[in-house]
């Protein structure tokens, strides 16, 4: 009994060493890799951009917000705006919190399961949102490379790694064509009953179940009015539009010259990155591919201190305000667990 009870405390205890030391990586790294100048470079950072960056922060987790309830379209009850908020930022929280972001997906799912939304629905939310965002991102990404090729861009300017963002382009177009046909041909691939000894036969059909299930919350989520479709693809561009604009304001605030496109790119091809990292919100990984990315447009230092500003707004914020969010639903639930226990 004692090692069954243990063994969720070191699990918990492990999770809290992995952010602790995500944290101080995503603080300590980039000064260590910008040298002295480093220090007087976020000191003297402007407090009014530091300010708009912030407000940028709180407008996308409202945008984010609105794009959920437009999204769950009153199938989870009535949700207001304050309550899809408090979803979002703790949703954003657990995706920060956890490594390559595994537990924003799993409490957003959670968080509506309270709701009365089952999780086998919820996730073709949840689905729906990561189409958006793949392919808002295919659409920017075709763009900028357009007129990176047709010579269009402001100064006609030939971008570093443009290998990379080829690269990403096609990986994006490759990712959405699979999920199509996955989704498409769902019902064909679960007719074939494979000669598996796992999971056996009650566990396949309890998972078809869900799968099924899934795939039809997102044929009626895809279902809706086109204006409200329309809605929640033009909300994920202002978005991530914002978003992004954070490290290009970084720049500007530490004295540096780069593209408003090449940080947006920057920041598409970290988040890639940042997956490959065991730690908590890509931390190591993103500092650094980052650094890297701006080193050829940037001094060193200029390049460290922006990366310092811009975690502090687009990782550490998102801790700082998510956390007591979470911890707030959290205590719900274990609130009415006790009631429910309690109870004759």
């Excluded at 220090?39 to 709180?58: E, N, Y």
């Excluded at 304001?249 to 890639?272: P, R």
């Amino acid at each position: 009994m004692a090692e069954r009870l243990g063994s969720p405390l070191r699990w918990r205890s492990f999770q809290a060493l992995l952010l602790l030391l995500g944290i101080s990586i995503s603080l300590l790294l980039p000064w260590w890799l910008g040298g002295d100048g480093t220090v007087a470079m976020v000191v003297g950072f402007p407090a009014s951009l530091l300010l708009l960056m912030v407000a940028i922060a709180v407008v996308c987790w409202n945008i984010n917000a609105a794009r959920l309830r437009l999204m769950l379209a009153g199938r989870a009850g009535h949700l207001g705006q304050t309550g899809a908020l408090s979803i979002e930022m703790a949703a954003k929280f657990a995706l920060c919190a956890t490594p390559g972001g595994s537990g924003g997906a799993a409490t957003l799912l959670w968080l509506l399961a309270r709701r009365g939304y089952p999780p086998s629905r919820a996730s073709a939310v949840f689905l729906v949102d990561q189409g958006c965002d793949m392919l808002f991102f295919t659409l920017i990404l075709t763009l900028l490379l357009a007129l990176t090729l047709w010579g269009t861009t402001p100064g006609d300017l030939n971008w570093p790694h443009q290998a990379l963002i080829e690269g990403a382009l096609i990986g994006l177009v490759a990712v959405i064509l699979t999920l199509g046909l996955v989704v498409a041909f769902l019902p064909r691939l679960l007719r074939r009953q494979p000669s598996l000894h796992w999971p056996g036969p009650r566990r396949r059909r309890w998972l078809v179940r869900r799968l099924l299930r899934c795939r039809h919350a997102l044929v009626v989520t895809l279902r809706l009015p086109p204006h409200i479709l329309i809605s929640i693809f033009l909300l994920c561009c202002a978005h991530w539009l914002l978003r992004y604009s954070l490290l290009y304001l970084a720049v500007l605030g530490v004295g540096g010259h780069a593209d408003w496109a090449w940080t947006f790119l920057v920041q598409m091809l970290s988040m890639a990155a940042s997956q490959l990292s065991i730690l908590p919100g890509g931390a190591g990984a993103a500092e650094v591919s980052v650094g890297a990315l701006l080193l050829p447009v940037m001094d060193r230092d200029q390049a460290a201190a922006a990366v310092v500003i811009w975690r502090l707004v687009s990782y550490h914020l998102y801790l700082l305000a998510g956390a007591p969010v979470f911890a707030l639903s959290v205590s719900r639930l274990l609130s009415d667990r006790k009631r429910m226990t309690a109870s004759p």
